[in-house]
């Protein structure tokens, strides 16, 4: 069995590692929000210190952050077609060998497949983390947030392209002097 060639490996390292890091976490957390406030949303509330911060089992058929919750069959196939298009955007398009642009992927791709699973096991994504002035959301939806705006911020900011080598000056070689310098006599 070979390894992996040296390119693929350098694309994909970070990016694997921390989403497959961001799906467990998140798939985890799900379940012991499930196991410790359910089997029914809302059937619990658990304080967490301060009386802004509360975890609440819900269940969302919208997308992030409780948007949009009316269609849910449309929002599962919808975030399964993101979900490709960020990854041949991240293999076609973008710099896929910058590190900020690797963990940005690895945070979106990790998030938007635990809340895919979600969405294919129960029909809506679980949501628990409430603040109180925000919809409730999870650790899904807050990476696939965090590693959007680090994106945004790396795209606007910083660039899309790699860091290019300066092209290579032409040199005289004596020989392409000669012959040119014969032609013109």
């Not at 975030?79 to 642009?101: D, K």
């Not at 795209?155 to 002097?177: M, N, Q, W």
Request: aromatic share 10%; hydrophobic share 50%.
């Amino acid at each position: 069995m070979s390894a992996l060639p040296r390119s693929i490996h350098r694309r994909w390292a970070i990016p694997a590692a921390l989403g497959i890091l961001v799906f467990v976490c998140d798939q985890l957390s799900k379940g012991w929000i499930i196991s410790r406030l359910g089997p029914e949303p809302f059937l619990r509330v658990m304080s967490l210190g301060p009386s802004w911060l509360r975890l609440v089992y819900t269940q969302n058929t919208g997308v992030a952050f409780g948007l949009f919750q009316s269609m849910p069959e449309l929002f599962t196939v919808t975030s399964i077609l993101i979900t490709i298009g960020a990854i041949y955007a991240y293999v076609v398009h973008l710099p896929n060998r910058v590190t900020w642009v690797q963990v940005s992927m690895g945070l979106i791709i990790g998030g938007a497949v635990g809340n895919i699973l979600d969405r294919l096991r129960l029909g809506a994504v679980v949501d628990f983390i409430s603040v109180g002035w925000w919809p409730v959301f999870n650790l899904a939806d807050s990476a696939i947030t965090v590693g959007v705006t680090a994106m945004a911020t790396y795209l606007i900011f910083i660039g899309d392209d790699l860091p290019t080598t300066p092209p290579i000056a032409p040199r005289d070689d004596g020989l392409l002097s000669d012959l040119l310098s014969r032609d013109l006599e």
